[in-house]
């Protein structure tokens, strides 16, 4: 059974960072693509950033010079370092197999952990 686990969410004044990370259970994170998305109460959901089997990223222009992906193979964990946060970033931020900047359908998701940036 897949499962993924997010952590690291949290409350940060505007400017912060938060790292989080993603433990991956069931299933073998290093030559699929991973990804991050988010969903704001009243918002679309939104993807983040991917990383793909190569380590190859995509991230969403809003987040771009700001987030960076990365995965650990040896402790099948993805990671998301989010560096100089605004209020617009607040979120609930889910970690998952697939998604739109993987060009793929989600394939699973985990429960998600909340971002709250306070001006």
């Known amino acids: 059974q897949v499962q993924l686990v997010e952590s690291g969410g949290g409350a940060v004044q505007a400017g912060g960072s938060l790292t989080l990370s993603c433990i991956v259970s069931g299933f073998t994170i290093d030559r699929q693509c991973m990804g991050w998305f988010r969903q704001a109460p009243g918002k679309e959901r939104e993807g983040v950033a991917s990383i793909d089997g190569d380590g190859s990223t995509k991230y969403a222009d809003s987040v771009k010079g700001r987030f960076t992906i990365s995965k650990d193979n040896a402790k099948n964990t993805l990671l998301l370092q989010m560096n100089s946060l605004n209020v617009e970033d607040t979120a609930t931020y889910y970690c998952?197999?697939?998604?739109?900047?993987?060009?793929?359908?989600?394939?699973?998701w985990g429960q998600g952990t909340l971002v709250t940036v306070s001006s």
């Open positions: 998952a197999i697939g998604g739109e900047l993987c060009g793929t359908d989600l394939e699973a």
